[in-house]
Nanobody, 123 residues
């Protein structure tokens, strides 16, 4: 069992930055691919970024070049640095974990989920 707790959400103006963090329980953290999804009101859950256990990173098209995902296996954390934020980035951001890296972009393939943290970007 892995518990995931997100933090770092809040209100920011367009063009600003936020850093989200996800703290995981359990010593098996390094075995999981860690992923960030987001869901805006009335929209489907969207893949944002993922980092495999070996460190390879993946990004959704809408955030490439603006967001950076990283993981610290010693601290059981994964972070999402979000720069040049836009109003369309407003959403609840969820941290998730999967044992199958092939599923990294598929929210149906996640084994564990956090409860989410709200990011609001004002124009």
């Amino acid at each position: 069992q892995v518990q995931l707790v997100e933090s770092g959400g809040g209100l920011v103006q367009a063009g600003g930055s936020l850093r989200l963090s996800c703290a995981a329980s359990g010593r098996t953290f390094s075995y999981y691919a860690m992923v960030w999804f987001r869901q805006a009101p009335g929209k489907e859950r969207e893949f944002v970024a993922g980092v495999a256990s070996g460190g390879n990173t993946y990004y959704g098209d809408s955030v490439k070049g603006r967001f950076t995902i990283s993981r610290d296996n010693a601290k059981y954390t994964v972070s999402l640095q979000m720069n040049s934020l836009k109003p369309e980035d407003t959403a609840v951001y969820y941290c998730a974990a999967t044992t199958l890296p092939a599923n990294i972009k598929n929210w149906n393939g996640m084994n564990y989920w956090g409860k989410g943290t709200l990011v609001t970007v004002s124009s």
